[in-house]
């Protein structure tokens, strides 16, 4: 069923329709998706489809919507829908080259500020970058800082790199496999969201996750392993690991900094409460 043609038809009434179609295809948010796929077309806010809920739309508008609303009602992510997505101060372009910036990688952003914070111009590695979002952020929020952005999939560096033009932030992004080792530092920083999701878990998850996200940037074990033993040879003494772990993994990923010889591990919590977010400090050089 497509969005009925524009003639005499209100913002709200159209929205009524499609809300109602993306609620059937199991989409949890669909009003708010609803608004959010017409306020794109539109080229304006959600907030002003409210100020003026009877406009009339026209039939090239009704046509824009439908095709971005046939993409999401087979699950496609609205970010992918959209193209680009709000991440802290940043408007990046996402697609189905990168992984979904998730409100959780926020607070992992936040906390590498914090430990940044005294230093003028620091060195800072995020490993397995994709679209760039933490390592723009952080090169947005620090000036100082000089921030080295890897991955291993040619296809999300490309993504980095057009939001770092985009953005007109200075970020270095290189190819590289982390399983190899980490680029030599000494850096102040080193930060990872890495592939957490376990390969019995992926068939469970949500369409929008299962279907569309870049499996390599999802699923993987000994990843965040591989980070923290790697980062033991590239941080400087007192340089600072934080990691973004699996709901429910904070405490093991905890014990294993600390077994490694990190200090100061601590977990912080994301938005929802849970423990999301792990960092420790080195102690030495190696």
């Given at each position: 069923?497509?969005?009925?043609?524009?003639?005499?038809?209100?913002?709200?009434?159209?929205?009524?329709?499609?809300?109602h179609?993306?609620?059937?295809a199991?989409c949890?948010?669909?009003?708010?998706?609803?608004?959010?796929l017409?306020a794109?077309?539109?080229?304006?806010?959600?907030?002003?489809?409210?100020v003026?809920p009877?406009?009339?739309?026209?039939?090239?508008?009704?046509?824009?919507?439908?095709?971005?609303?046939?993409?999401?009602?087979?699950?496609?992510?609205?970010?992918?829908?959209?193209?680009?997505?709000?991440?802290?101060?940043?408007?990046?372009k996402?697609?189905?080259r990168v992984?979904?910036?998730?409100?959780?990688?926020?607070?992992?952003?936040?906390?590498?500020l914090?430990?940044?914070?005294?230093?003028?111009?620091?060195?800072?590695?995020?490993v397995?970058?994709?679209?760039?979002?933490?390592?723009l952020?952080?090169?947005?929020?620090?000036?100082?800082?000089?921030?080295?952005?890897?991955?291993?999939?040619?296809d999300?560096?490309?993504?980095?790199?057009?939001?770092?033009?985009?953005?007109?932030?200075?970020?270095?992004?290189?190819?590289w496999?982390?399983?190899?080792?980490?680029?030599?530092?000494?850096?102040?920083?080193?930060?990872?969201?890495?592939?957490?999701?376990r390969?019995?878990?992926?068939?469970?998850?949500?369409?929008?996750?299962?279907?569309?996200?870049?499996?390599?940037?999802?699923?993987g074990?000994?990843?965040?392993?591989?980070?923290?033993h790697?980062?033991?040879?590239?941080?400087?003494?007192?340089?600072?690991?934080?990691?973004?772990?699996?709901?429910?993994d904070?405490?093991?990923?905890?014990?294993?900094?600390?077994?490694?010889?990190?200090?100061?591990?601590?977990?912080?919590?994301?938005?929802?409460?849970?423990?999301?977010?792990?960092?420790?400090?080195?102690?030495?050089?190696?």
């Amino acid at each position: 069923m497509s969005v009925p043609a524009g003639k005499g038809r209100s913002a709200s009434a159209l929205l009524d329709d499609v809300s109602h179609r993306l609620g059937r295809a199991g989409c949890e948010s669909a009003r708010v998706d609803a608004e959010l796929l017409l306020a794109h077309v539109l080229g304006t806010t959600r907030s002003s489809l409210r100020v003026d809920p009877d406009r009339a739309l026209s039939d090239d508008v009704v046509a824009a919507l439908e095709r971005l609303v046939a993409r999401r009602e087979r699950r496609e992510p609205l970010v992918y829908v959209l193209g680009e997505w709000g991440f802290r101060r940043l408007t990046l372009k996402v697609d189905a080259r990168v992984l979904v910036p998730r409100p959780e990688t926020e607070v992992v952003v936040e906390r590498c500020l914090v430990l940044i914070s005294n230093l003028d111009e620091p060195r800072v590695l995020d490993v397995g970058t994709g679209s760039g979002a933490i390592a723009l952020a952080l090169a947005d929020e620090h000036p100082g800082a000089r921030v080295t952005g890897i991955d291993t999939s040619p296809d999300a560096l490309a993504v980095a790199a057009e939001n770092a033009r985009d953005t007109g932030l200075a970020v270095d992004l290189v190819e590289w496999d982390l399983f190899t080792g980490l680029p030599a530092g000494p850096w102040d920083l080193v930060v990872s969201n890495p592939p957490y999701v376990r390969p019995d878990e992926i068939d469970f998850l949500e369409p929008e996750v299962r279907k569309w996200e870049p499996r390599a940037a999802l699923v993987g074990e000994g990843a965040a392993e591989a980070v923290a033993h790697n980062a033991l040879g590239a941080l400087r003494a007192g340089g600072a690991l934080v990691l973004e772990v699996a709901d429910g993994d904070a405490g093991r990923v905890s014990a294993l900094l600390r077994e490694l010889g990190y200090a100061g591990v601590t977990a912080t919590r994301d938005l929802s409460g849970r423990d999301r977010v792990v960092e420790g400090v080195t102690t030495t050089d190696y």
